[in-house]
């Protein structure tokens, strides 16, 4: 069992910036992060494989940016100009692969991002 431990969430005005962070307890094929705002269903935000391939929501591309380090088996999501919409609890997630349609073997416990406008 994979155990992921996420940091880095808060509150941000409308065109800041935050990085959230996610550390699994072992080396995983890819990891990423999904998002979910009450009364809807959680969404695929980035992915990033060992490779360094990414893959991202078509909102976020351009804004937010996901990396790893995997000597620390750790991925990160720097998100910039940052808008009320992605106001949401984001999660880690992490397995052998998982996009829009495919879930993750693993998630985080989730962290709370806020933009005020």
């Known amino acids: 069992q994979v155990q992921l431990v996420e940091s880095g969430g808060g509150l941000v005005q409308a065109g800041g910036s935050l990085r959230l962070s996610c550390a699994a307890s072992?080396?995983?094929?890819?990891m990423g992060w999904f998002r979910q705002v009450p009364g809807k269903e959680r969404e695929f935000v980035a992915r990033?494989?060992?490779?360094?391939?990414?893959y991202y929501e078509a909102s976020v591309k351009g804004r937010f940016t996901i990396s790893r380090d995997n000597a620390k088996n750790t991925v990160y999501l720097q998100m910039n100009s940052l808008k009320p919409e992605d106001t949401a609890v984001y999660y880690c997630?992490?397995?052998?692969?998982?996009?829009?349609?495919?879930?993750?073997?693993?998630w985080g416990q989730g962290t709370q991002v806020t933009v005020s406008s």
């Open positions: 072992g080396r995983i094929l890819s």
């Open positions: 990033i494989n060992l490779s360094g391939s990414t």
């Open positions: 997630a992490a397995g052998m692969v998982f996009s829009t349609t495919t879930p993750p073997n693993y």
